[in-house]
T-cell receptor, first 120, second 110 residues
Framework: KAGVTQTPRYLIKTRGQQVTLSCSPISGHRSVSWYQQTPGQGLQFLFE???????NKGNFPGRFSGRQFSNSRSEMNVSTLELGDSALYLCASSLHLGSFLVLPPPDTQYFGPGTRLTVL | TQLLEQSPQFLSIQEGENLTVYCNSS?????LQWYRQEPGEGPVLLVTVVTGGEVKKLKRLTFQFGDARKDSSLHITAAQPGDTGLYLCAGSSGTYKYIFGTGTRLKVLA
């Protein structure tokens, strides 16, 4: 079974531009989550999509948005790029939408290799 | 804001040594996970602990969830160069799907 794929793997943009990143989940997985990873802030949750609907959102500005298609593939968009947006963007897929407060714990997340975004 | 603090931040040891990585929070988590991330790759799940006081073993790795479900530890026995990587704990609770820890970068020298 193929793993989570992310494209492109590397991207260089300049301030003010916008960027779209793509994530293809494991076949059959319906939940896709996006994370930003930086040396200073670590790994931070951006948002989660399930059945084409955003189900959860982290504490990021509105410049960060996403969507999910009927085949569960997801895209993430960042508009008006800032230098601080330079990071590794990871997506993770899981079979179901997790429930945070009840057991059993949320489904296992499988991460892709990430897209390294550099903003100049 | 929920935070997960990991210590130490960096660790460089010789092959064969033992080590322990800690993950601490003031918040209670319904479950806690440990991941390992290698350069150029995404994190890979090692274990999930759910019950306070739970201990899980994965070969040379031993994971423990604190009784109050606010902290966890990862102990590696006889570390090997293949254990090198970034170790992340992640708690599941509240609004966000996972709160990730600050990370421990481990380097095991041959």
């Amino acid at each position: 079974k193929a793993g989570v794929t992310q494209t492109p793997r590397y991207l260089i943009k300049t301030r003010g531009q916008q960027v779209t990143l793509s994530c293809s989940p494991i076949s059959g997985h319906r939940s896709v989550s996006w994370y930003q990873q930086t040396p200073g802030q670590g790994l931070q949750f951006l948002f989660e999509y399930f059945s084409e609907t955003q189900r959860n959102k982290g504490n990021f500005p509105g410049r960060f948005s996403g969507r999910q298609f009927s085949n569960s593939r997801s895209e993430m968009n960042v508009s008006t790029l800032e230098l601080g947006d330079s990071a590794l963007y990871l997506c993770a897929s899981s079979l179901h939408l997790g429930s945070f407060l009840v057991l059993p714990p949320p489904d296992t997340q499988y991460f892709g290799p990430g897209t390294r975004l550099t903003v100049l | 804001t929920q935070l997960l603090e990991q210590s130490p931040q960096f660790l460089s040891i010789q092959e064969g040594e033992n080590l322990t990585v800690y993950c601490n929070s003031s918040s209670v988590f319904s479950s806690l996970q440990w991941y390992r991330q290698e350069p150029g790759e995404g994190p890979v799940l090692l274990v999930t602990v759910v019950t306070g006081g739970e201990v899980k073993k994965l070969k040379r790795l031993t994971f423990q969830f604190g009784d109050a479900r606010k902290d966890s530890s990862l102990h590696i026995t006889a570390a090997q160069p293949g254990d090198t990587g970034l170790y992340l704990c992640a708690g599941s609770s509240g609004t966000y799907k996972y709160i990730f820890g600050t990370g421990t970068r481990l380097k095991v020298l041959a």
